[in-house]
């Protein structure tokens, strides 16, 4: 099982502790992969400064491959993160870095290195998005994280993606569940596949487009949790993981009790994140 995370990475700089971690949510479901048993790999740009040499190193460390990444000229993305009562709360980020203003470009041997995945994975914050058509002309599954911000939920933006992509990801803690059902709904009809919403606490929606299949949250006591971060990747990449050993293709989508045993472990997955130091660890003191 082959799994690559393509796009993003970021320093998570916690400013209340006085500490960095590597992350970015294509690093992450990378990282997560791996901890799940997938042979995984990650593909993106790096900058130069002294963040870079320690997200590639802090991903190296985690068994995952990163042999077709470039480092490019530049300032890596950092995004400053305070801790409140366990949740993670974003004060405001430098617009991503190198990753972000000059990202890869797949051309034929980065094709002919993606093909050999089971299933490719981006986000929002990766800039790849004129590179979708590309990956879902090859056989590998295509998942994309739409995050929370509005501005990547309208209409344009989802005509933009959602054709070229098998499973799309929202986090919708902050939205009513009628108006979750419409957005992923909405996912569906605009090309997705599928549409999966993480909902926090009240757990997560999967539309197929006939049904929707419902999954609970794992429950962490309070006293336990270190911090939020990277949990619905963790969720995601648990989620995508089942789907592939469930024989998840193109053209096969799960039986509806395997989706909910898939949802179940991603659950769980998700609340063994909330235990963990930033994304996966390798803090610094800065």
């Given at each position: 099982m082959k799994m690559l995370g393509f796009g993003d990475n970021i320093i998570d700089r916690f400013v209340d502790r006085r500490v960095i971690y590597p992350g970015g949510n294509c690093v992450n479901f990378a990282v997560y992969a791996r901890q799940l048993g997938a042979d995984a790999s990650y593909l993106g740009v790096f900058g130069s400064d002294d963040y870079g040499?320690?997200?590639?190193?802090?991903?190296?460390?985690?068994?995952?491959?990163?042999?077709?990444?470039v480092t490019r000229s530049g300032e890596s993305g950092v995004s400053d993160i305070r801790v409140e009562a366990g949740e993670r709360v974003f004060e405001g980020w430098n617009g991503g870095g190198v990753t972000v203003t000059d990202p890869l470009v797949v051309d034929a041997e980065l094709q002919g290195y993606i093909a050999d995945f089971a299933l490719v994975h981006s986000s929002v914050y990766s800039s790849v998005e004129s590179e979708l058509p590309k990956l879902r002309s090859l056989d590998s599954l295509v998942s994309f994280d739409f995050s929370s911000e509005p501005d990547f939920r309208t209409p344009e933006y989802l005509d933009r993606v959602c054709p070229h992509i098998d499973l799309a990801l929202v986090s919708g803690s902050d939205l009513p569940t009628a108006e979750v059902e419409a957005l992923l709904t909405e996912c569906v009809a605009r090309g997705a596949t599928l549409a999966l919403a993480t909902r926090g606490t009240a757990?997560?929606?999967l539309w197929t487009g006939t049904e929707f299949v419902r999954g609970d949250a794992v429950a962490v006591p309070i006293s336990t949790i270190v911090d939020t971060m990277g949990c619905g990747d963790a969720f995601l990449t648990a989620f995508a993981a089942g789907m592939l050993q469930?024989?998840?293709?193109?053209?096969?989508?799960?039986?509806?009790?395997?989706?909910?045993?898939?949802?179940?472990a991603a659950a769980e997955f998700a609340a063994q994140q909330c235990l963990v130091e930033g994304a996966f660890g390798h803090g610094l003191g800065y």
């Amino acid at each position: 099982m082959k799994m690559l995370g393509f796009g993003d990475n970021i320093i998570d700089r916690f400013v209340d502790r006085r500490v960095i971690y590597p992350g970015g949510n294509c690093v992450n479901f990378a990282v997560y992969a791996r901890q799940l048993g997938a042979d995984a790999s990650y593909l993106g740009v790096f900058g130069s400064d002294d963040y870079g040499r320690l997200l590639r190193d802090s991903i190296l460390a985690q068994g995952v491959a990163v042999e077709q990444c470039v480092t490019r000229s530049g300032e890596s993305g950092v995004s400053d993160i305070r801790v409140e009562a366990g949740e993670r709360v974003f004060e405001g980020w430098n617009g991503g870095g190198v990753t972000v203003t000059d990202p890869l470009v797949v051309d034929a041997e980065l094709q002919g290195y993606i093909a050999d995945f089971a299933l490719v994975h981006s986000s929002v914050y990766s800039s790849v998005e004129s590179e979708l058509p590309k990956l879902r002309s090859l056989d590998s599954l295509v998942s994309f994280d739409f995050s929370s911000e509005p501005d990547f939920r309208t209409p344009e933006y989802l005509d933009r993606v959602c054709p070229h992509i098998d499973l799309a990801l929202v986090s919708g803690s902050d939205l009513p569940t009628a108006e979750v059902e419409a957005l992923l709904t909405e996912c569906v009809a605009r090309g997705a596949t599928l549409a999966l919403a993480t909902r926090g606490t009240a757990g997560a929606i999967l539309w197929t487009g006939t049904e929707f299949v419902r999954g609970d949250a794992v429950a962490v006591p309070i006293s336990t949790i270190v911090d939020t971060m990277g949990c619905g990747d963790a969720f995601l990449t648990a989620f995508a993981a089942g789907m592939l050993q469930s024989g998840w293709t193109r053209d096969a989508i799960p039986h509806r009790d395997d989706l909910g045993s898939c949802l179940f472990a991603a659950a769980e997955f998700a609340a063994q994140q909330c235990l963990v130091e930033g994304a996966f660890g390798h803090g610094l003191g800065y």
